[in-house]
């Protein structure tokens, strides 16, 4: 389940780098005026900043809903343990 999160979370940064580095025709007059501008900037970092977050959050269930199921296994084997003593 966490390795299902990861590699979800790496092939949509791989994804969203190759988006970025792209060639594509409407770029070309930004980057003839010299680049982006700062709150275009600011704009893509916030929401780079967002995404982040929401895999962050995402990764954060998971693990706890993996802590649920450990414990569960946990209180299965000490009962078991408890019954053939």
Same mark, same amino acid.
């Given at each position: 389940?966490?390795?299902?999160?990861?590699?979800?979370?790496? $092939?949509?940064?791989?994804?969203?780098?190759?988006?970025?580095? %792209? %060639?594509?025709? *409407?770029? $070309?007059?930004?980057?003839?005026?010299? %680049?982006?501008?700062?709150? *275009?900037?600011?704009? *893509?970092?916030?929401?780079?900043?967002? !995404? *982040?977050?929401? +895999?962050?959050?995402?990764? !954060?269930?998971?693990?706890?809903?993996?802590?649920?199921?450990?414990? $569960?296994? !946990? +209180? &299965?084997? &000490?009962?078991? +343990?408890?019954?053939?003593?």
């Amino acid at each position: 389940m966490i390795r299902t999160s990861v590699r979800r979370i790496t $092939s949509n940064t791989r994804m969203f780098k190759r988006l970025q580095t %792209g %060639g594509r025709s *409407e770029g $070309s007059t930004v980057a003839s005026k010299g %680049g982006i501008s700062e709150k *275009e900037k600011a704009a *893509e970092n916030m929401w780079v900043r967002e !995404q *982040e977050a929401e +895999k962050i959050k995402a990764l !954060q269930e998971a693990l706890h809903k993996q802590k649920q199921a450990t414990e $569960s296994l !946990q +209180k &299965d084997i &000490d009962a078991l +343990k408890n019954n053939t003593k």
